[in-house]
Nanobody, 121 residues
Framework: QVQLVESGGGLVQPGGSLRLSCAASGRFSGIGTMAWYRQTPGSERELVASITRDGTTNYADSVKGRFTISRDNAKDTMYLQMNSLKPEDTAVYYC???????????????WGQGTRVTVSS
């Protein structure tokens, strides 16, 4: 099983920046694709950005040019640098990761508990 712990959320003014982190721990052979999702009340969880193990990234159109996803494979940790934040970025941000297990040739999909980001003056 994989445990994902997010950190870095908080309150920021419009135009400000925040950096989210997601650390994976547990018994696994490695972590494959990792991603950030976000969700607001009454809405479905939406993909913000994803990154493969070799560093290929994908972004939602709404955050392109403002957010940067990265990861440190040695630390099994993913980051989301959020710049030029807007009130519409306000949401709970969730970390998602796919772990793989070489001994059983299986994978697992895990979610973090979420970290709240509020963009408001």
């Amino acid at each position: 099983q994989v445990q994902l712990v997010e950190s870095g959320g908080g309150l920021v003014q419009p135009g400000g920046s925040l950096r989210l982190s997601c650390a994976a721990s547990g018994r696994f052979s490695g972590i494959g694709t990792m991603a950030w999702y976000r969700q607001t009340p009454g809405s479905e969880r939406e993909l913000v950005a994803s990154i493969t193990r070799d560093g290929t990234t994908n972004y939602a159109d709404s955050v392109k040019g403002r957010f940067t996803i990265s990861r440190d494979n040695a630390k099994d940790t993913m980051y989301l640098q959020m710049n030029s934040l807007k009130p519409e970025d306000t949401a709970v941000y969730y970390c998602n990761a796919v772990a793989f297990y070489l001994s059983t040739r299986t994978t697992s999909n895990s979610w973090g508990q979420g970290t709240r980001v509020t963009v408001s003056s």
